[in-house]
Each structure stands twice: as C-alpha cells, then as structure tokens.
C-alpha cells in the first residue's frame, strides 16, 4: 500500500487532521444538524479533542478549501489489509453542502483506494433517508447493495431508521463507462468558479383546481418550485421529469418554457450565479403525491397547493410567480435579479 499524506482535487486539498483544527471540527461535530445521521455526536469539547488524538495519517484527512484555505470538513478512506477492502466516510460543515465538495472528495479517496492503495473493493454506507450521501456514492459509480430496515439510530431524532449499504470493485473502477460520474451521465451542471458557483437549473410551474404546487422545508419561511439542477447531457425536458419525480413519486408531463431567470444572489458567504428556466407541467389527474421527502442531512421538504390568489401574501421564489402567474401563461418572461452585494 502507497499511503499518502496528502491529497489534491480540483477545488480542495485533503491533508491530515491536527490538533489545532479543533475549532473547525468541533463546528460540524457539535451540530446536531451535520451529525443527525452519524453513529455519534453531537460531541462534546472533550470528546472532538479525544477524536482528534486517534487521527491517523494516510487515512484521517482534513478537507481544505484551496481558494480560502478554510477547513470545511473531514473525510477518511480505512483499508482492511486481510480483505483488500477499504471503508469510505466524510462530513462537511452544513455551510458547505449542496456544492459538489463530497463528490468531488469522495471520488478522490476512491481514486487513492484502488490506485495507491492497491484495494480491491470500497465501500460506504449511510442513513436511507440521507439523499445527499448516497447521490455522493451513486455520482461515484458505487452500488446500492442492501437496505437495512431500522437498522441505524438517528441519534438527534432518537429514532430507529433504515440504513443503505454502497460499494464498488476495482474491476467496476477500472471499467471506465460504468463510473458514472466519469462519463458525466450524473454530473450536475455546477461548478465552482473564481468569485463563486454556476448553477443550471429547471423549475416546475404546476397548475391545479387554482393552486400552485410549491416546496418548502423545514429550515426555510418561504416557498420554492419543485424542481433543481441539471445534470450533463440531460435536456431540460428530462431533468425536470426526473426531478419532479424524485421529490413527489409521479411523472409529469412538460409543457410550455414560461420563464427564463438569471439570478445571482448570495447564500451562507458564497456568490451564486444562477440560470434558472421554468416550464408548466402536468401531473396525471389520479396522481397521488407525496406530502414530505427527506432531502438529506436532516432536511426534509414539504409540498402544498398554495392558491393563486394568495400567492401575493406569501414569500417565495422566484417571486415574480407571486403577481404574473396569469401573465406567464400567456407569455413566456425574462427576468433577470442581482442581489449580489
């Protein structure tokens, strides 16, 4: 095994933890919404210090941001000699998710697993509700091989609840096609630029009986379309059935673009440069929705009908949908919204 100390991706630099990366560790490790879905925390002072001390170099790694050089999480590969197996695990900061950073880590220790470390399979496993760990390993190319019912104590909810078991072999890695996020058949179209990050996203404008159908959830006090972002050789048409799909159970047919946004705005410190395109979809008439889905690491999105004659006393995005709802069904719209200070 070629153990290294150090490694390097795109955006960020893995490097092992030290004792002086208290404050930022016990940042994530102290919050119950990073460690709702971990085996332990939210930790103590004393028990981050006493983590710290059984780092091991070549397994334990800081994650590093290169263009601030800020400490935004922690991440590990353990290798089992006697089974050529190695395990995966990582945590960021809540400040960081939904950027692309575990994916971009996760494939890096699994790069370093089958490459330096000679491994011969790679696992990982998670909370099944935590939809933003196992897109991590999908996006890697790693399986879902089994589900365990009520298998893992969600210790900030103090509730038994399924856990889903990842893996991938060597053989699979070395394929190529079968990598997924190599091919970029799952890549979102995101990236980390200089000043900030591009997003490429598709909305739904869903009509019924008067209501619009709208997301939130529960760490937001406003309303957003269902919807997100599209990934690498996707069109527009078929990130948005997928998407709609993936959030209420139920196809749906797309119909008309109603509006073309550019939106850049801030978020948690980070610029956001956005191009957002709304079409009207159809829901089948005897579809059944569902009314919550866990989005991971503790969040969980709610869908209502709100109606179209409230949409004005309410707060949601993009907001034009609060006044030129009926407008946008004549005629499409370009808006563009910069909110960057």
């Excluded at 119950?32 to 028990?47: D, I, K, L, S, V």
């Excluded at 760990?133 to 893992?152: I, L």
């Excluded at 889905?293 to 949409?311: C, H, K, M, T, Y």
Aim: charged share 25%.
């Amino acid at each position: 095994m070629n153990m290294k100390k150090t490694l390097d991706t795109t955006r960020l630099f893995l490097r092992p933890l030290a004792a002086d990366d208290f404050g930022a560790v016990h940042s994530w490790a102290s919050n119950p919404a990073n460690t709702r879905y971990m085996a332990w925390g939210p930790n103590t002072e004393a028990q981050t210090r006493a983590f710290l001390e059984t780092v091991t170099e070549g397994k334990d790694f800081a994650v590093v941001l290169k263009d601030t050089g800020r400490v935004i999480g922690s991440c590990g590969l353990y290798p089992d000699a006697d089974n050529d197996t190695g395990v995966l695990g990582w945590i960021l900061h809540e400040a960081a998710w939904r950027r692309g950073f575990g994916t971009e880590l996760a494939g890096e220790l699994i790069r370093y697993g089958f490459r330096d470390l000679g491994l011969r399979r790679i696992v990982a496993s998670c909370a099944a509700d935590n939809r933003g760990s196992w897109r991590v390993m999908e996006k890697n190319g790693m399986r879902r091989e089994a589900v365990h019912r009520r298998a893992f104590l969600a210790r900030v909810d103090r509730e038994w609840i399924d856990s889903a078991e990842y893996a991938i072999l060597a053989e699979e890695y070395d394929a190529g096609p079968a990598d997924r996020s190599m091919t970029g058949e799952t890549e979102d179209c995101c990236f980390q630029a200089e000043s900030g990050v591009f997003n490429y996203r598709v909305g739904a404008i869903i009509l019924r009986d008067g209501c619009l159908l709208m997301t939130t959830n529960n760490r937001v006090n406003y309303y957003y379309t269902l919807g997100g972002r599209v990934r690498f050789g996707e069109t527009t048409e078929t990130a948005l059935q997928r998407e709609v799909s993936e959030e209420i159970g139920t196809a749906c047919r797309v119909g008309q673009l109603a509006l073309v946004h550019e939106n850049l705005f801030e978020e948690s410190g980070t610029r956001y440069h956005e191009i957002a395109l709304f079409f009207f979809a159809d829901l089948p008439a005897d579809a059944v929705l569902r009314d919550t889905q866990p989005a991971g690491n503790g969040l969980v999105e709610r869908f209502e009908w709100l109606p179209i004659d409230s949409l004005h006393k309410v707060a949601l995005y993009p907001e034009i949908l609060r006044t030129e709802i009926h407008r946008l069904q004549r005629e499409g719209m370009h808006v563009a919204t910069h909110e960057w200070t």
